[in-house]
């Protein structure tokens, strides 16, 4: 069932779809985020993806990038996360 996801997910959605390699991989998390919406182990296994070196991969530049930009937002989520339980 899909859920209604929030901005800091459609943000982070669109920070994957940056990623130049792993198109299974990625199609996926994102078939997860749709469905299921962000969760702090899929958080961790996107993060291992990103900072673990790539043997002979091309787009290391455009990994540390959108590394950069995913922790960012995933500062946010959490953030926005904590903050619905204080409403």
């Not at 182990?41 to 990038?65: F, K, S, V």
């Not at 590394?67 to 989520?77: F, T």
């Amino acid at each position: 069932m899909a859920i209604h996801n929030t901005p800091e997910e459609r943000q982070i959605v669109k920070i994957l779809e940056k990623l130049a390699s792993a198109e299974t991989e990625r199609t996926a998390w994102i078939d997860q985020i749709h469905t299921a919406g962000m969760s702090e182990e899929l958080a961790e296994q996107i993060h291992q993806y990103l900072t673990a070196p790539g043997e002979g991969d091309t787009g290391m530049a455009n990994r540390a990038l959108v590394a950069v930009e995913y922790a960012k937002m995933i500062r946010r989520w959490r953030l926005a996360l904590g903050a619905k339980k204080f409403r």
